[in-house]
């Protein structure tokens, strides 16, 4: 695991968990407008750098990974918490071990267990790790599920980005394209919810409500104090990557007490 961090002589203190699928420089731009309120710490999960050379082994050791690297510079409270699909995950779990306080959580379209029997669970792992597969066999299939005008930062070229990030997922080994599609599916967490102050939201984009469902029916029954957030007009991880700024004053706003505008709404 790596760590990057952003403003480090800052007070408040923001933990940054990334999606699974995207390098960490994806989110360096958000990171450094929540930098200027924050310091900023963004994990990058083994097997997601292949400087590292590492395979990516679970959520919740990420997670332990996570809080021994805070705990050991001294960082015994979070301001803030932010995670993103598969980072959603991860915040759940560092509540969950109650071992560093947090005062505000953001759960972005993140995953829940399955709640079906474990042989469907590892077909479902299956069909995750052959679509990943095929996903990446090509920049056309990839704009399948990521149209080139909404993910593409530059336009013109967006073939050549696409192959950029094609070429980078394929860094990924056969384990860990596994154990992250099995263990962002089929984390541990604590029969009910462990008590605690934190203000929780999940936001969902309006465009992805349909591949949420399942994961945000599970987080509103398992946390009952949980807010929801419906975001106009996104996709899955569209305005965290792709509208940094946009993404960091919807985030400041609920993390720094600001009133929210109309634009968030509950459900």
């Known amino acids: ?41 963004q994990v990058t999960p083994d097997g997601h750098d292949p400087s590292e050379h590492t395979d990516f082994i679970s959520v919740e050791k990420t997670v332990q990974d996570t809080e021994a690297y805070l705990l050991a510079r001294g960082t015994d409270h979070l301001d803030a918490v932010y995670g993103m699909s598969f980072g959603g995950a991860m915040v759940m779990c560092f509540l969950c071990n109650r071992k560093i306080p947090v005062k505000k959580a953001v759960i972005d379209a993140g995953t829940a267990p399955y709640q079906m029997p474990k042989l469907l669970c590892y077909c479902a792992c299956i069909r995750d790790w052959l679509e990943f597969r095929i996903g990446i066999a090509s920049t056309d299939l990839m704009a399948l599920a990521f149209p080139y005008d909404r993910f593409a930062r530059d336009r013109e070229h967006a073939k050549e980005e696409y192959e950029e990030l094609r070429q980078y997922l394929k860094t990924y080994s056969d384990k860990t394209v596994w154990n992250i599609f099995w263990s962002a599916n089929n984390y541990k967490v604590p029969a009910v919810f462990p008590g605690m102050d934190t203000e929780i939201q999940f936001w969902v984009g309006d465009e992805e409500w349909g591949s949420r469902y ?35 004053e919807r985030a400041l706003t609920f993390f720094l007490d ?9 459900i």
């Open 258 to 266: 600001e009133k929210e505008g109309k634009d968030v709404a509950d």
């Open 1 to 41: 695991m790596l760590m990057h961090e952003y403003h480090p002589e800052g007070k408040r203190k923001l933990l940054f968990f990334p999606g699974s699928c995207e390098g960490w420089q994806e989110f360096e731009e958000a990171c450094t407008y929540l930098a200027r309120e924050f310091h900023v710490f």
């Open 214 to 248: 399942r994961d945000l029916k599970w987080y509103r029954k398992y946390i009952p104090h949980l807010k929801v957030r419906v975001i106009p007009g996104m996709m899955h991880g569209e305005l965290v990557m792709m509208h940094p700024k946009k993404f960091a």
